[in-house]
């Protein structure tokens, strides 16, 4: 006879309500793919009658999480934040259920304890939904590349700073103006801190590097920079120069200055060539390069976040979960055998491309120049602009590949120099030369 599993899920909202229907259209195909029928036995909600997209059936909505959790067998996890969420989880692997959820955040900070948990308890815990909404990377990495050695994960992994940053390239329009209209086409939310800022990023790019470097990465361990210093001349002087801006998750295996081999993992906004890959992923899309080994270049790309997408992602782990209880074995365990260390960002290195306001005299060239050349930092190619036109120009520089510190001091010696009015950006620029 066919097993019946009671699924109980945390939170109803965008994603919430979308898994909830898609379990209840598509039972039928579910239960032949698992070979357990679902049955929805509680969804929590902090109120009963607020309105939702999806009309949940009255009789399982609850506000009663913890009688939820002990009688479910898989429990999906999607309110989100810390807490109450953390203790949800924990208490359903304790309970031994099976828990899916998409919270990033909660995974880059407390996955270590999960993962000793759901070992503990001999049960699974599954995220695709964390990372990339319905792009399959969790699976791609813990599963299909488990017999490869990845080296350089680098991706688009937040849907609302590409939006703004695609309607800043393609439109003309500010920052501000960019990020308004993510928010009233519903993008980005009412408070975009955690988009803007590069965080939701960072806690992506934590768990893309755990998984691809076999090794235990948090999200304090990732230098974050966000975008809302880019402005429309950056935009204008990308376009003009060949490039598109894109806030990029970088997670590689490297060498730091002392030979030691290690992983450096950031996040910041990068002058992306056009014709590489990356700089195509336009709107709310999300995509990730992995460079690997034995299966060389692959592109994931697809929809980063919305209800549905992201519903898809959950469901997948649902079945895979399901199937293991009714079948036997388990999902991967935590990998983390390689113990790689975190390096300091310093010593990354990478091209960079800086645009400077500067007087117009003799000699400023040469000063500026000569700035470069005392830290070391080769320069790849130089134009000038005259702003006013006998006072005022504005260079941009680019470099050869070179050492973050080194960069970062030669940016600190021209903000003192007396040639240079000001430093307008600094940009660190995707690809080798
Ligand atoms: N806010 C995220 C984004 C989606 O804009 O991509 C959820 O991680």
Not at 150 to 163: E, L, M, S
Not at 256 to 278: C, K, M, N, Q, S
């Amino acid at each position: 006879m066919e097993k019946t599993l009671n699924v109980a899920v945390l939170g109803a909202g965008t994603v919430g309500s979308q898994v909830i229907r898609l379990i209840e259209e598509k039972n039928g195909e579910l239960a032949a793919r698992s070979g357990a029928k679902l049955r929805i036995s509680a969804v929590v909600v902090r109120d009963v009658h607020a309105p939702r997209d999806y009309d949940v059936p009255r009789e399982v909505l609850t506000t009663d999480a913890e009688t939820a959790i002990d009688e479910a067998d898989i429990v999906i996890e999607l309110i989100g934040g810390i807490e109450p969420a953390f203790t949800f989880v924990k208490r359903a692997l304790s309970n031994g259920a099976t828990v899916v959820t998409g919270n990033k955040a909660l995974l880059a900070q407390h996955g270590p304890e999960l993962y000793e948990l759901t070992a503990t308890n001999d049960t699974d815990l599954y995220y695709e939904a964390a990372v990339a909404g319905a792009v399959p990377i969790v699976y791609g990495l813990r599963e299909s590349l488990a017999g490869d050695t990845v080296n350089r994960v680098v991706g688009i992994v937040n849907g609302t700073t590409n939006f703004i940053l695609d309607q800043m390239h393609t439109t003309g329009a500010s920052y501000e103006e960019a990020l308004k209209e993510a928010q009233d086409l519903g993008f980005a939310e009412a408070d975009p801190s955690a988009d803007v800022d590069g965080l939701d990023a960072a806690a992506k790019c934590a768990l893309m590097a755990s998984l691809a470097f076999h090794s235990r990465v948090a999200m304090d361990d990732v230098a974050v920079e966000g975008i809302t210093s880019i402005t429309s001349k950056d935009m204008e002087e990308a376009a003009r120069t060949g490039f598109a801006i894109k806030l990029l998750a970088v997670a590689e295996r490297r060498t730091d200055d002392a030979g030691t081999d290690g992983i450096g993992v950031r996040v910041h906004p990068t002058l992306v060539p056009l014709t590489h890959p990356l700089a195509t992923v336009s709107g709310a899309f999300n995509a990730v390069v992995l460079e690997c080994e034995s299966a060389g270049r692959l592109m994931f790309y697809g929809q980063g976040a919305g209800g549905a997408p992201t519903a898809s992602a959950v469901l997948g782990d649902v079945v895979a979960g399901a199937s293991h209880r009714v079948h036997g074995g388990h999902a991967p365990r935590e990998s983390r055998y390689a113990q790689l260390p975190i390096l300091d960002p310093g010593t990354a290195r990478t091209r960079y491309q800086m645009r400077l306001r500067v007087e117009d005299r003799a000699g400023v060239l040469s000063e500026v120049s000569g700035i470069f050349a005392r830290h070391g930092v080769s320069i790849l190619a130089v134009t000038q602009h005259q702003i006013d036109r006998h006072r005022e120009a504005e260079i941009v520089l680019s470099t050869h590949t070179t050492r973050e510190a080194d960069l970062e001091a030669v940016a600190d010696a021209l903000g003192k120099s007396n040639a240079v009015l000001s430093v307008e950006s600094v940009l660190r620029v995707e690809g080798d030369g």
